[in-house]
T-cell receptor, first 111, second 114 residues
Framework: TQLLEQSPQFLSIQEGENLTVYCNSS?????LQWYRQEPGEGPVLLVT?????EVKKLKRLTFQFGDARKDSSLHITAAQPGDTGLYLC???????????FGPGTRLSVLP | NAGVTQTPKFQVLKTGQSMTLQCAQD?????MYWYRQDPGMGLRLIYY???????DKGEVPNGYNVSRLNKREFSLRLESAAPSQTSVYFC?????????????FGDGTRLSIL
């Protein structure tokens, strides 16, 4: 079974600070997705990365897929309270059939 | 746009009771999924339906059954609920399984088994 680990588990920062959260595995994934989940709601897709070394930007969010396709990072610049939520990474398994989810990083941005 | 609709939103059961969680999507997606989410463990796949008429086990299928009623609807049944099945259950759909297409999630059913 392919597993994904995420760090840190919890992160509390002040508005305006920068942060990076990580998604790691010992396995190679065909692609990797990042989702954000707010309390009482289901996860919502932020981005999909496919190619090793790929970098994608979504406004203040920057996503990177590791060269070996075993890890990924999410960097947020000048965090805002609206960024608060649970950030989940999900990797498409070796067979390219099902997504494996990490346990998430719970981010709290204080005004 | 409703997207993925799950019912009920909350449910409390006693050990041994049965119930069915309902899920419907209006995006004409081929594939549908049931996940459970527990603290510190992320989302774990219970069952999936790659297309209408097919269902398959995921990572944690024991104690559950599913029915793909038609292209829109995918239900999850607990035949004899156990406290270990206390969790938040999410239904999701995607254009096609095994692709880079996003999964669209419902807002979940919060289930407590006493």
């Amino acid at each position: 079974t392919q597993l994904l680990e995420q760090s840190p588990q919890f992160l509390s920062i002040q508005e305006g600070e920068n942060l990076t959260v990580y998604c790691n595995s010992s396995s190679v994934f065909s692609s990797l997705q990042w989702y954000r989940q707010e309390p009482g709601e289901g996860p919502v897709l932020l981005v999909t990365v496919v190619t090793g070394g790929e970098v994608k930007k979504l406004k203040r969010l920057t996503f990177q897929f590791g060269d070996a396709r075993k890890d990924s990072s999410l960097h947020i610049t000048a965090a805002q309270p609206g960024d608060t939520g649970l950030y989940l990474c999900a990797g498409l398994d070796n067979y390219g059939q099902n997504f494996v989810f990490g346990p998430g990083t719970r981010l709290s941005v204080l005004p | 746009n409703a997207g993925v609709t799950q019912t009920p939103k909350f449910q409390v059961l006693k050990t041994g009771q049965s119930m069915t969680l309902q899920c419907a999507q209006d995006m004409n997606h081929n594939s549908m999924y049931w996940y459970r989410q527990d603290p510190g463990m992320g989302l774990r796949l219970i069952y999936y339906s790659a297309s209408e008429g097919t269902t398959d086990k995921g990572e944690v299928p024991n104690g559950y059954n599913v029915s793909r009623l038609n292209k829109r609807e995918f239900s999850l049944r607990l035949e004899s609920a156990a406290p270990s099945q206390t969790s938040v259950y999410f239904c999701a759909s995607s254009v096609r399984r095994g692709t880079y297409q996003p999964q669209h999630f419902g807002d979940g059913t919060r289930l407590s088994i006493l």
